[in-house]
């Protein structure tokens, strides 16, 4: 019989001020917490200064946590476009920081990522945060992004044992 392997996983929770991130690996129904944390840019900073900033951290990270896969929240549409176009450019950054190390990306919307966080698409910031809470109790959650940004790789890891996505060793 052959048994699964741990799988590292990144899910990112994208943003032009703040980027969430958190890594955990996921054997089976069991995850455990790696790491987490937030990517702030300097807000004084042009965009595209910003973005580079984004990617380099983005870049440190993959190095230093060689994931496996990688989940990137979808981007929702507000009133305000502009805001809604630099939530994009983040985005764009951190869908293409772990293509070009040729780790595959997978992206989830909102609903689906509280869905199966919370087990209702409707839930509310701190109602996600409870929950990565109680399933990564070592997380360490210092802002809601890294929350959010757990709860991507939360999905990604219900979606993916589900979906009989793993990889069996050759």
Same mark, same amino acid.
């Given at each position: 019989?052959?048994?699964?392997?741990?799988?590292?996983?990144?899910?990112?929770?994208?943003?032009?001020?703040?980027?969430?991130?958190?890594?955990?690996?996921?054997?089976?129904?069991?995850?455990?917490?790696?790491?987490?944390?937030?990517?702030?840019?300097?807000?004084?900073?042009? @965009?595209? #200064?910003?973005?580079?900033? *984004?990617?380099? +951290?983005?870049?440190?990270?993959? &190095?230093?946590? %060689?994931? !496996?896969? $990688?989940?990137?929240?979808?981007?929702?549409?507000?009133?305000?476009?502009?805001?809604?176009?630099?939530?994009?450019?983040?985005?764009?950054?951190?869908?293409?920081?772990?293509?070009?190390?040729?780790?595959?990306?997978?992206?989830?919307?909102?609903?689906?990522?509280?869905?199966?966080?919370?087990?209702?698409?409707?839930?509310?910031?701190?109602? @996600?945060? #409870?929950?990565?809470?109680? *399933?990564?109790? +070592?997380?360490?959650?210092?802002? &809601?992004?890294? %929350?959010? !940004?757990? $709860?991507?790789?939360?999905?990604?890891?219900?979606?993916?044992?589900?979906?009989?996505?793993?990889?069996?060793?050759?």
């Amino acid at each position: 019989m052959n048994a699964r392997k741990p799988v590292r996983l990144l899910g990112i929770d994208p943003g032009l001020r703040f980027t969430g991130w958190g890594v955990l690996e996921a054997e089976g129904n069991h995850l455990r917490h790696v790491a987490d944390g937030v990517i702030a840019t300097d807000g004084t900073e042009n @965009v595209p #200064l910003r973005l580079k900033a *984004l990617d380099d +951290a983005l870049a440190e990270l993959l &190095a230093r946590y %060689a994931p !496996a896969e $990688a989940a990137v929240e979808e981007t929702y549409v507000n009133r305000n476009a502009t805001a809604t176009l630099k939530l994009g450019y983040a985005r764009g950054v951190a869908l293409l920081a772990p293509a070009r190390m040729g780790i595959p990306v997978f992206e989830y919307g909102a609903k689906t990522v509280k869905m199966a966080v919370v087990g209702t698409g409707g839930a509310d910031k701190d109602q @996600v945060g #409870l929950m990565v809470r109680r *399933l990564l109790p +070592a997380a360490t959650l210092k802002r &809601a992004d890294a %929350a959010d !940004a757990l $709860a991507v790789a939360i999905c990604h890891a219900h979606h993916r044992a589900t979906a009989g996505c793993w990889k069996l060793p050759a």
